[in-house]
């Protein structure tokens, strides 16, 4: 009795992680790998191009969506940008079902991030320079920066006064 109870337990188990997807291998490595190579990138402060380029090599197919829609919630700047710009290299008409809904109802910090990938990426909508332009009026600091950038990307002639202003803004923070 107590063999048939761990045998079915054993059943139980194995079938309770055959539902589980695997997550989606690239080049010897993890969508999660991936998106860890991207916030190294981001941290040292790689340039746009170096961003595009990377997402560039990064060859996903559909079977990434799942784990790449749930990241885009992810409190890691570079995490969320990482999963919102390989949602777009997968398929740009993802912009429409898997970001529009997290621009218009997510947290403040994940719509700017978003507004961001879909700048750099070439994909942005009204609605990402909607957010970009709440953001210049939030009361948190890093969001107003974070619009400014985002608006300089959007409009590369206006960058040196786009710089001026961010700076401007960290000075009269202090």
């Not at 402060?45 to 969506?65: H, K």
């Not at 990402?128 to 300089?152: C, M, N, Q, Y």
């Amino acid at each position: 009795m107590a063999r048939m109870l761990c045998a079915a337990g054993v059943v139980v188990l194995l079938l309770a992680g055959c539902g589980q997807p695997e997550e989606p291998v690239f080049d010897g490595k993890t969508l999660s790998d991936w998106l860890d190579e991207f916030n190294r990138f981001s941290v040292r402060q790689a340039t746009d191009e170096e961003l595009l380029a990377l997402v560039e090599s990064i060859d996903f197919g559909p079977e990434a969506v799942p784990f790449l829609r749930e990241r885009l919630h992810d409190h890691d700047k570079h995490i969320c940008t990482g999963a919102a710009m390989l949602l777009i290299r997968i398929d740009p008409q993802r912009v429409r079902h898997d970001l529009l809904p997290v621009l218009r109802d997510g947290a403040v910090k994940n719509r700017v991030y978003l507004a961001t990938a879909m700048i750099l990426m070439n994909t942005f909508e009204g609605q990402a320079l909607d957010v970009l332009a709440e953001g210049l009026e939030h009361d948190d600091p890093w969001v107003r920066t974070s619009s400014i950038k985002a608006f300089g990307m959007f409009i590369p002639e206006c960058q040196g006064a786009v710089s001026a202003l961010a700076r401007l803004m960290r000075v009269s923070e202090h």
